[in-house]
């Protein structure tokens, strides 16, 4: 289903431009969020076990591998279908991205399919118009309603058990990937005794700080794509090209190309626009694990290039 652009935010909705906006807590509201607090509170664990050179090359290849799951698979694939693949290799993109700690592939495909439609207008729930920059980084995240997955934007997955089984049982992603982490750095302690990594640095900053900085990295795209950088395209919302967030989340930061076409598999529609996602992509294509990657057509290209 090839996209063209869906973003539909009206003039009338003004842009406000502060970093935050107040809001008041629901009832619930500490208590419902206490996990993401703790997790960005256990940062500062990191004084109490120090850091070596293994821990920080293992932190980075994890880190890497954890953005290319949400930009490869939850967004490029689940979200835009922007690439074909077989039915057991789609369910184990969905498995890979649970690792990445974002909820199940169709919690974040519909909550994404919905921002294509209305972005920047009222209903968009992350707009940095709606509350500011940190608002659409992470606020928005801490309501209620949106733990609830649009089930009515993902029909077209929805009808595929193993993701329905995989969208109630998400956590088991966080919890193998914590298990991993702790296991390995036990093994790499014991085998590697004058390395100086032991199995609590490994998961203070391969499970704690990794997760953390990949959930801010990819929120950016949210929050700084739709308020800084330029725009190639006019497009009725905020959306921004940003080489640094480019480079920062492996190609999402074309973020006003891919509003005009969200159908793409790439996000940087020319040569020079660096986009490691679609590299990536392209070379797991020759295993022929996925095929049929989506390009933006000729007219959008020559209209970027004008």
């Not at 939850?74 to 290799?89: C, G, L, Q």
């Not at 997955?157 to 993701?163: P, V």
């Not at 797991?284 to 057509?297: A, F, H, Q, V």
């Amino acid at each position: 289903m090839a996209q063209e652009s869906l973003s539909a935010g009206p003039a009338s909705y003004q842009k406000r431009k502060f970093f935050w906006k107040p809001r008041p807590k629901p009832k619930g509201y500490w208590k419902r969020n206490f996990p993401f607090f703790l997790l960005h509170v256990s940062v500062l664990s990191a004084v109490f076990t120090g850091i070596s050179w293994p821990v920080v090359v293992f932190t980075l290849l994890a880190f890497w591998a954890r953005v290319f799951f949400i930009t490869g698979f939850y967004h490029r694939y689940f979200s835009h279908r922007s690439f074909k693949t077989s039915r057991p290799f789609q369910f184990v993109m969905g498995l890979l991205g649970t690792i990445s700690m974002q909820k199940g592939p169709l919690w974040w495909a519909g909550h994404h399919r919905h921002h294509h439609s209305h972005s920047d207008d009222e209903s968009d729930v992350h707009s940095p118009r709606k509350g500011g920059f940190w608002w659409a980084q992470v606020g928005w995240l801490t309501e209620d309603d949106r733990n609830d997955t649009r089930w009515d934007r993902v029909k077209d997955l929805s009808q595929f058990r193993e993701l329905r089984w995989l969208e109630n049982a998400y956590p088991l992603g966080a919890l193998f990937y914590a298990a991993f982490v702790i296991g390995f750095g036990f093994w790499f302690e014991y085998a590697f005794p004058g390395s100086g990594a032991t199995a609590a640095q490994f998961f203070v900053f391969g499970f704690v700080w990794c997760t953390v900085a990949l959930m801010h990295t990819t929120y950016m795209i949210n929050s700084g794509s739709h308020m800084w950088g330029s725009q190639r395209f006019k497009t009725d919302d905020d959306s921004r090209n940003n080489l640094f967030l480019a480079l920062l989340t492996l190609g999402e930061g074309w973020h006003n190309n891919h509003h005009r076409y969200p159908g793409a598999e790439r996000n940087g529609f020319y040569w020079y626009e660096i986009d490691i996602t679609h590299y990536l992509l392209t070379m797991l294509s020759w295993t022929r694990l996925i095929w049929d990657l989506r390009e933006p057509p000729e007219r959008v290209l020559a209209e970027g290039s004008q």
